[in-house]
Every structure is written in structure tokens, then in C-alpha cells.
């Protein structure tokens, strides 16, 4: 589900760890039409990089063979459906707007300051995307759906970001997740640069935290339910960088036996 019946490009959020959900074990789920291959389904899951753990634990001999509609698959308890959503990108692409290096300066009396590199900040991507439940008919012009699948998906967008109506909201961290951009082949696409997206070739890719959502305050609804049929928002994803225990800073010192008298 890599792209929309008009050809425009979704991006993939999908729950790493943490937060309310847990991933312990495997569930199964069952083949469909529209994706036989396991690369393709892990893509479509949001999780391209478990395609080979998934050949594994069902013993096929490539990610690209299809696979006959319908076969049982077992697949990791994060692939479940809950656990991931594919939304619209929107109409600028994602920037990355922090994550450089902090520069520190020195003064020094009547002379130029020095400037000291002191670190990197965490990576900061905003993403603007589209919840889109306004569908064109070219017979009939737009036809309006009842909001409810729009409706769904901002709901887990907010679960992924601590905040909703779940058991656990708001109290500890929120999930770390994962986004992506892939095309029919289930392979990785540059919407979302591929530095920052899991490839081959970049295998210890950031994963985030959502760290603002900033929604568009004129959104289109359904006159009859009052969901909405077409959300704008720009998510905005901080790095999560994982704590590293520092060691002690006391010195080891060996020691001996003490001489006998």
C-alpha cells in the first residue's frame, strides 16, 4: 500500500517499541492479493527491515516469491494492524530542521571568540501529511465519505504520540516509531531522504519520538457527522537517541596481597 489508486505517495508510521505496546511474540495473518511477497508485506507494515526475520521464521526461500493468497504467515507481534498506519504525504516535502553540530563560543578579550564544537544535537524532521477521506469521482465530481477511516487514523497518529483515549495515555513516554516511504516493490523511496529511513545500505536508520503535531485549523468535514473528511497537520519527529551508562569514573586500582610480617 505503498501509493493511492492517483498515484501519490504515503508514508508509513509504524510502532518500534515502548509506550502501551508490547511485542513479545508472533501472530499470524494471511496473505492478500495486494501484497504476495514478503518484502512487500513487510513494507506495507511499515517494517521493510524485517523482511528477512520473517523469511526466516516461516522458512521461505526468498522475500520475493509469491506467495499463494491466503497461506498463514507468521509475522512479529509489532506487524499487527494496530500498529501502524499509512497516511497521504503532503504538499511539501519533509525538512529536516535540527540535528547539526552545536557550536560553542569562547570568549577572549579583544580578540575573536573561539568556536568550539561541543556535539551533535538529536535530528528534528518535520513531515507534512494529508488525512484525505475526499475521493474523486470523475463522473459525479468529489464524492464525500463519512470520515470515519480519517477519523481512525489521526486517532492512532495521536496513540503513537502518548495522547488519546487507551489505557496508559499521558503517563510515561509515548511509543518510538518508525517512518517510511516505499515503492511497489516494497523497496525504500527518497520522499523521506534515505538517510533517515531504515535501506540496506542504512541499517542503523534513527527511529523518533513524535514531539509536536501541528494541525491545520480548517479542516473539511462531513455536514452530517461532523468527522473529518481531509485533515492537514506536520508531524514533527525528534531522533530518539538512546541513553549509553557512562562508566565509572573512579579509577581501578589492583590490589595485592599485603606482605606478611
Not at 237 to 252: E, I
Amino acid at each position: 500500500m505503498p501509493f493511492t489508486g492517483d498515484g501519490t505517495p504515503l508514508i508509513s508510521f509504524a510502532v518500534e517499541r515502548g509506550g502501551d505496546a508490547r511485542f513479545e511474540g508472533t501472530r499470524t495473518i494471511r496473505v492478500r492479493k495486494g501484497a504476495r511477497t514478503i518484502k512487500k508485506i513487510a513494507a506495507n507494515r511499515g517494517h521493510p527491515e524485517l523482511a528477512p526475520k520473517i523469511k526466516q521464521m516461516n522458512h521461505v526461500r526468498s522475500a520475493y516469491k509469491k506467495l499463494k493468497i491466503g497461506r498463514a504467515l507468521k509475522v512479529p507481534d509489532k506487524l499487527s494492524a494496530e500498529f501502524f498506519f499509512h497516511v497521504r504525504a503532503g504538499d511539501t516535502a519533509p525538512t529536516i530542521i535540527q540535528g547539526y553540530a552545536q557550536i560553542d563560543t569562547v570568549n577572549r578579550s579583544e580578540r575573536s571568540a573561539l568556536s568550539v564544537f561541543s556535539g551533535f544535537n538529536p535530528i528534528v524532521m518535520q513531515i507534512p501529511i494529508r488525512f484525505e477521506g475526499v475521493d474523486r469521482d470523475h463522473r459525479y465530481g468529489f464524492q464525500m465519505s463519512d470520515g470515519s477511516g480519517v477519523e481512525n487514523d489521526i486517532a492512532e497518529l495521536e496513540r503513537m504520540a502518548g495522547r488519546g483515549n487507551f489505557p496508559g495515555a499521558a503517563v510515561g513516554p509515548s511509543s518510538i516509531i518508525r517512518v517510511s516511504t516505499t515503492g511497489t516493490n516494497g523497496n525504500p523511496i527518497p520522499l523521506i531522504p534515505l538517510n533517515y529511513q531504515w535501506t540496506k545500505n542504512n541499517p542503523n536508520a534513527p527511529v523518533w519520538w513524535i514531539s509536536d503535531i501541528e494541525w491545520d485549523a480548517d479542516p473539511i468535514r462531513n455536514p452530517h457527522t461532523g468527522e473529518r473528511v481531509r485533515q492537514l497537520c506536520v508531524v514533527e519527529l525528534t531522533q530518539y537517541v538512546r541513553p549509553v551508562t557512562a562508566g565509572s569514573v573512579v579509577t581501578r586500582r589492583k590490589h595485592r596481597n599485603p606482605k606478611k610480617v
